[in-house]
């Protein structure tokens, strides 16, 4: 590798990895510059690739770069998934291969927290721990350089401490990342890693639905929405729902309300079979709790988004419909205008009730592309279709 430029190549699998990769690609050259070496001019290559999103064995991804990494003559590579890594049952947030200078990050180890902050950080800690190595005397001389900057250009990078892949703000400080150098595997040399099971539960499990981008699928809640809505405004016009809710108390109000988003959340499982079953499925059990879990957080969270959508409608169909002297009348006297507060709640509990029972999503593949099995599915078709167009 001589000569005045370096390049940096980005592998990203598909959908959001790739949305990322683009947010940052432009600020990264000046950035490499600053934090790692200010003799070169970096450059900036980017590749989707269905691989770093088809396995959740980093070795495999690792040696699959090295092929890339060949074709495209690159002097760093870095490959971002956003299939969860794990060593045994802890989370891998990123590894590198100093030797190929080959580095991989997970973005499930990341967290819920905002990425792209995150993912950039990562990237120039492992371009910075491939490039002086990750010995204690790459790391003392990676120091060294950075404290010789001018403190004005980029505060930020300048107090970075050279061996933590990113700063140490809230989320890090419940579930830490340590970096260790491991001696067992032939193609990682450093390893940055969550130690502690709950820690990495956490972090995948959050970092996972947000992958899974909840908020997607409300597209798919139209139809639902409609008959929902439809059908409790029909029932605001008369005086029963008026009195139930006069007579709910607040937990049972509650209950209610749980008791519809859960019947929603799992009869969309149930109706689209997102349920990783284990005799049809060759993962771990660990694994597949955990795509299990993440696809129940998504569909918890999407119909948390939808629940109160159908709560702003319906408040504004109670104050439209129900005029508050016939309230009184019907229900009391002593009724006020938080009541209906009460109406609308009630109302969207049992709205969502009938939405979850009687009708269908209007966009399944946007449903099915919001679980991790399913993409893995579709990348392991890739895959497979590149490798047959290879042979023939």
Excluded at 178 to 201: H, Q
Excluded at 202 to 209: A, E, I, K, N
Excluded at 323 to 331: A, C, I, K, N, W
């Amino acid at each position: 590798m001589s000569g005045p430029n370096y390049t940096v190549g980005l592998i990203s699998a598909p959908g959001y990895p790739r949305e990322l990769i683009d947010s940052l690609k432009a600020e990264l050259p000046e950035l490499l510059a600053y934090f790692v070496d200010d003799t070169y001019k970096w450059n900036i290559d980017c590749l989707i690739d269905s691989l770093t999103g088809g396995t959740d064995q980093s070795e495999e991804v690792i040696k699959s770069i090295l092929s890339i990494r060949d074709e495209n003559k690159w002097d760093f590579t870095v490959a971002i998934t956003d299939i969860p890594l794990l060593d045994g049952k802890k989370a891998i947030i990123a590894e590198a291969y100093e030797e190929a200078h080959i580095a991989l990050i997970s973005l499930p180890g990341l967290g819920a927290v905002p990425l792209t902050r995150r993912v950039r950080d990562s990237i120039l800690q492992l371009v910075n721990e491939m490039f002086y190595t990750s010995s204690e005397e790459g790391r003392e001389k990676a120091e060294q350089r950075l404290q010789k900057k001018d403190q004005t250009e980029n505060k930020d990078l300048k107090t970075r401490n050279p061996k933590r892949l990113v700063g140490r703000k809230g989320f890090d400080k419940i579930s830490p990342i340590k970096r260790e150098l491991p001696e067992d595997t032939e193609y990682i040399d450093v390893r940055f890693k969550v130690n502690s099971y709950f820690g990495s539960a956490f972090r995948l499990l959050t970092g996972m639905v947000r992958a899974n981008k909840p908020w997607a699928m409300f597209s798919s809640f139209k139809k639902v929405i409609m008959l929902a809505f439809t059908t409790g405004a029909y029932a605001l016009v008369f005086p029963t729902l008026w009195m139930l809710s006069n007579e709910y108390s607040i937990w049972r109000m509650l209950l209610l309300s749980i008791i519809s988003i859960l019947a929603m959340v799992f009869w969309i499982i149930s109706a689209h079979q997102l349920w990783e079953k284990k005799k049809v499925t060759t993962k771990a059990s660990h694994i597949r709790k955990l795509y299990n879990a993440t696809t129940f957080f998504t569909l918890f969270t999407a119909v948390c988004f939808y629940y109160m959508l159908l709560f702003t409608l319906f408040s504004f169909a109670v104050i439209l419909f129900i005029p508050m002297g016939l309230l009184q009348s019907e229900v009391s006297p002593d009724v006020g205008y938080v009541n209906y507060f009460y109406i609308a709640w009630t109302a969207t509990s049992i709205a969502t009730i009938i939405g979850a029972l009687g009708s269908a999503l209007e966009d399944e593949e946007v449903v099915l592309s919001s679980t991790y099995g399913y993409r893995q599915r579709q990348r392991y078709e890739e895959i497979k279709r590149m490798e047959e167009e290879r042979e023939n």
